[in-house]
């Protein structure tokens, strides 16, 4: 069986990698949805999240990385994979988790999502914590790989962040 990861990993974190690692052992296939949203200001490019991507999951050999603009259901039937799986750090992230498997649902009945709990380690870890740390000098070592690292340093000089 195959799944869906979709996110906006802007930037992905240990947080996600934790989580496409234990799917990458359980299903047969992971293919990571990337969103592309115009309309959504990301610190990093379409682009720059696939690569970072890319060179964190090189190890992991059923990994596939794509981008989706749009609706998450009408690239899960373009792709001809109706199961999604999305982590679940806390309590807090259920509501919204809720609102969006079943908006989904709706739309498209024979898609199934699954979730899968974080790490603890992890439970407190979002893209926007790791940028906000990057931001003010914060020690990200450990939260994500050091290819994000680096990009962050990066964008902090430039004045992206
Ligand atoms: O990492 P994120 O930002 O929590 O991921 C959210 C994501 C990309 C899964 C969600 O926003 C999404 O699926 N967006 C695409 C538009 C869509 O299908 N929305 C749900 C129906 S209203």
């Known amino acids: 069986m195959n799944v869906i990861y979709p996110g906006s990993f802007d930037p992905v974190t240990n947080g996600h990698l ?3 690692k234990r799917c990458s052992e359980k299903f047969d296939k992971v293919i990571i949805g990337v969103l592309n949203n115009i309309a959504k200001k990301s610190v990093f490019s379409i682009e720059e999240r696939i690569d970072l991507i890319e060179r964190s999951t090189e190890n992991l050999h059923n990994v596939e990385i794509n981008s989706f ?3 998450l259901i009408d690239f899960a039937k373009e792709i001809e994979c109706p199961n999604i ?3 679940l750090r806390a309590v807090s992230d259920f509501e919204y988790e809720m609102q969006l498997a079943l908006a989904n649902k709706k739309l498209y009945p024979d ?3 699954l979730f899968m709990v974080s790490n603890t380690e992890y ?3 979002s893209s ?3 940028k906000e740390l990057a931001k003010f000098d914060g020690d990200v ?3 994500v790989p050091k290819e994000v690292k680096f990009a962050l340093i990066k964008k902090k000089k430039a004045g992206d962040l």
């Open 69 to 71: 603009s749009g609706l």
């Open 128 to 130: 926007s914590i790791v």
């Open 18 to 20: 934790d989580l496409i």
């Open 141 to 143: 070592n450990g939260l």
């Open 111 to 113: 898609l199934e999502t």
């Open 123 to 125: 439970s407190f870890l």
């Open 85 to 87: 799986v999305r982590g």
